[in-house]
């Protein structure tokens, strides 16, 4: 299955992860915001940012914002790579 707890956990293959990646969270989601700050430490390439007023949907909470950092962020992967 693929439900939560049945997937084994990759927290140890973290640094692994070579490719620039984006985490974003609301920072009315404490626990996310915690669980995205930890995976940052552990992935050198990996960036979090916090949208504020929103929860654990910020896509549909905050769409504006959720929006322009993605955008923000996929702009620098692409002038990285010219």
């Known amino acids: 299955g693929m439900g939560t707890g049945v997937q084994p956990s990759l927290w140890s293959r973290l640094h692994e992860a070579a490719m620039p990646t984006l985490l974003l969270t ?7 915001c915690a669980i995205a700050q930890a995976m940052v430490n552990e992935m050198p390439r990996a960036q979090h940012t916090i949208i504020a007023n929103a929860g654990h949907t910020v896509h549909l909470e905050q ?4 929006t322009r950092v993605v955008e ?3 702009q620098r992967q692409k002038a990285r790579h010219r």
Do not use: R
């Open 63 to 66: 769409p504006d914002d959720f």
């Open 72 to 74: 923000q962020f996929l």
């Open 26 to 32: 609301g920072a009315e989601d404490a626990k996310f």
